[in-house]
């Protein structure tokens, strides 16, 4: 029996496609308020990051990402937003240790909740 997961993510082990999808949803070209690093979703490490999405960028208010549309949705894209730096940073050491931990391999797939 074969099946096809729908909704989830895939692990991207290459670091040259993960500086490229990090590079799409948050270039140097954008100003970086006091504190405050960009963040991208999809995650980098992932195969549907920015730069493979093969949609739009978006971002709210918010976000402080001017250039790109706000209130744009669909199933493909990514968004990007300025958040707490210390905090993005301790969010990319945990996405690590999670891959760490759950052995989760190139290609592998994966699904992210969010919890209210």
Known sequence: MT???QGCLT???????SKDNRTT??????PRPTG???????????????SLSG????????CEVAPLPQGVTGPTGYSS??????????????????????RILQNDPFYVWIKP
């Open 3 to 5: 099946f096809r997961l």
């Open 11 to 17: 692990r991207l082990y290459s670091g040259d496609d």
């Open 25 to 30: 949803a948050c270039p140097q070209s954008l």
């Open 36 to 50: 405050k690093s960009c963040d991208e979703y999809p995650f980098a490490s992932s195969n549907q990051g920015a």
């Open 55 to 62: 949609g739009p960028g978006r971002t709210f208010g918010y």
């Open 81 to 102: 937003c300025m958040i707490n730096a210390s905090q993005n940073s301790g969010g990319g050491t945990w996405l690590g240790t999670v891959y760490r931990q759950n």
